[in-house]
T-cell receptor
């Protein structure tokens, strides 16, 4: 089945620093979704990207879908302690989603 | 609006016992999914269901059984629990008809420990 590589696995930042996580696929994707999971919580849908080169913003979060629709990134500007958690990308393969292994973000004061 | 619920939230059992994890959704979503989450492995799909009485295997189905007699319920049974099945289990639901309805909504999870 389809697979997606997500990097980095972990990221520690100081509050106020920027953060980026990347997802890469060897095949062209129909769409890609991003989820956030707070510590002890469950994954929560953030956004879906569908179009080549698409860029969407949610406050300090910027999501980008590559021109070839094989990669995507999530960038957080000026991280805050509320950004702590694990960020997953997910791709559709048939009737199911395949999730990346996630990037765990820790924010230090 | 209850959304999607799971029970129990925490369960401790012993090797060899049968355990059933419950999942209930109130949205009448067609699709339901079971994932397990372990450190370093992200979310791995165990089984999914496209509708009542239609189920299919995911990435890691061995040792698990599912059924879906009603749209709103999707129980997951560990027939003979093993220590390797200690994990956090998430149920999710989705309309999943096309790319505009792919969003999955997750339950709060069940933390299962097999001794």
């Amino acid at each position: 089945g389809q697979q997606v590589m997500q990097i980095p696995q972990y990221q520690h930042v100081q509050e106020g620093e920027d953060f980026t996580t990347y997802c890469n696929s060897s095949t062209t994707l129909s769409n890609i979704q991003w989820y956030k999971q707070r510590p002890g919580g469950h994954p929560v849908f953030l956004i879906q990207l569908v179009k080549s080169g698409e860029v969407k913003k949610q406050k300090r979060l910027t999501f980008q879908f590559g021109e070839a629709k094989k990669n995507s990134s999530l960038h957080i500007t000026a991280t805050q302690t509320t950004d702590v958690g694990t960020y997953f990308c997910a791709i559709r393969g048939g009737n199911k989603l395949t999730f990346g292994t996630g990037t765990q973000l820790k924010v230090e004061l | 609006d209850a959304g999607i619920t799971q029970s129990p939230r925490y369960k401790i059992t012993e090797t060899g016992r049968q355990v059933t994890l419950m999942c209930h959704q109130t949205w009448s979503h067609s699709y339901m999914f079971w994932y397990r989450q372990d450190l370093g492995h992200g979310l791995r799909l165990i089984y999914y269901s496209a509708a009542a009485d239609i189920t299919d295997k995911g990435e890691v189905p061995d040792g698990y059984v599912v059924s879906r007699s009603k749209t709103e319920n999707f129980p997951l049974t560990l027939e003979s629990a093993t220590r390797s099945q200690t994990s956090v289990y998430f149920c999710a639901s989705s309309e999943f008809q096309d790319s505009s309805t792919d969003t999955q909504y997750f339950g709060p999870g069940t933390r299962l420990t097999v001794l």
